[in-house]
Structure formats: structure tokens, C-alpha cells
């Protein structure tokens, strides 16, 4: 397992400048940056934009609607199950560590917290954080944390 490790590590510092863009986001480590999203989404581009991906992913609400009234279900659990997994689980690490900290990501994260409960809230982040995976992915920019939070 350790060589393993080691191998995802080195391949993640080396070789794959796509992995090293993913990995400054907030709750994306090297396995889920590498392997996982880069491996698996290959061409960003084939997505028109951030929630097709995390449609594909399985992280957006189900609707049922009829009659203009929409009606928003919870997450369609559809899609790759083990970037699903990866992706929230890292959101958990972020909604831990936001307790302790005051920045404006942790504000947004609080009040989610807050208004909802925490499995709610890790959805959201990794619904979030995928989004912000296709726009590094498709336009090939580089993540700016100032940028990743939207201001009111």
C-alpha cells in the first residue's frame, strides 16, 4: 500500500501538470486529483459546463417537476460512485477543519452548516469543488482561492 502511495505521489509531483492544478482546491488530495478526476474525465471539454460534470458525477439533486412547479429531490446518486466518494469525503476534511476558521470559504461553509446538517453541506462543497474542476480543466486556468468564493 505504502509503494503504492509512493507511486501516486511521485506520478502527482512529476509527470501530470493537470493534477498539480487540482490539487490547491480546498479538499482535493493527490489520489482524488491523479488517479481519480484526471484519469476518468480525461477531455474536460466534452462537458458543456460545470454541472454536467457533476451531473455525470452523481452530485446534483434529482428534479421531478410538473406543472412549472419544480421540485428538487436529493442527490441523483448516478454516475461514478467512487469520484463521488473521493469528493465528499475530502469535502468532510474541509467542513472539519472550517470549524476553526474564520476566512470567507469557512463563512459560506458555516452557514450551510448552520441552515442545513453536515451531510448536506459536504454535498454542496463537492458539487462545488467539481465545478471548479471542470473550469480549471476546460479553460486550463489556475486555481485562485480569492476567486473560489463569490461575494454577495
Same mark, same amino acid.
Given at each position: 500500500?505504502?509503494?503504492?502511495?509512493?507511486?501516486?505521489?511521485?506520478?502527482?509531483?512529476?509527470?501530470?501538470?493537470?493534477?498539480?492544478?487540482?490539487?490547491?482546491?480546498?479538499?482535493?488530495?493527490?489520489?482524488?486529483?491523479?488517479?481519480?478526476?484526471?484519469?476518468?474525465?480525461?477531455?474536460?471539454?466534452?462537458?458543456?459546463?460545470?454541472?454536467?460534470?457533476?451531473?455525470?458525477?452523481?452530485?446534483?439533486?434529482?428534479?421531478?417537476?410538473?406543472?412549472?412547479?419544480?421540485? =428538487?429531490?436529493? %442527490?441523483?446518486? /448516478?454516475? @461514478?460512485?467512487?469520484?463521488?466518494?473521493?469528493?465528499?469525503?475530502?469535502?468532510? *476534511?474541509? &467542513?472539519?477543519?472550517?470549524?476553526?476558521?474564520?476566512?470567507?470559504?469557512?463563512?459560506? =461553509?458555516?452557514? %450551510?452548516?448552520? /441552515?442545513? @446538517?453536515?451531510?448536506?453541506?459536504?454535498?454542496?462543497?463537492?458539487?462545488?469543488? *467539481?465545478? &471548479?474542476?471542470?473550469?480549471?480543466?476546460?479553460?486550463?486556468?489556475?486555481?485562485?482561492?480569492?476567486?473560489?468564493?463569490?461575494?454577495?
Amino acid at each position: 500500500m505504502e509503494e503504492l502511495d509512493e507511486q501516486i505521489q511521485r506520478w502527482h509531483r512529476g509527470s501530470n501538470a493537470m493534477s498539480r492544478k487540482l490539487a490547491p482546491i480546498p479538499g482535493m488530495g493527490p489520489l482524488t486529483a491523479t488517479s481519480a478526476l484526471v484519469a476518468s474525465t480525461g477531455n474536460a471539454q466534452r462537458f458543456e459546463n460545470g454541472r454536467q460534470l457533476a451531473a455525470w458525477l452523481g452530485l446534483v439533486p434529482r428534479q421531478h417537476s410538473s406543472g412549472g412547479k419544480p421540485t =428538487l429531490l436529493g %442527490i441523483s446518486k /448516478r454516475g @461514478n460512485s467512487y469520484l463521488r466518494m473521493l469528493l465528499i469525503h475530502g469535502a468532510w *476534511a474541509v &467542513i472539519r477543519v472550517s470549524e476553526r476558521k474564520l476566512d470567507q470559504a469557512a463563512h459560506w =461553509l458555516t452557514e %450551510i452548516v448552520n /441552515r442545513r @446538517n453536515k451531510n448536506v453541506a459536504a454535498v454542496a462543497l463537492a458539487n462545488k469543488n *467539481a465545478r &471548479i474542476v471542470w473550469a480549471l480543466m476546460a479553460h486550463g486556468s489556475e486555481f485562485r482561492s480569492d476567486c473560489a468564493v463569490a461575494t454577495a
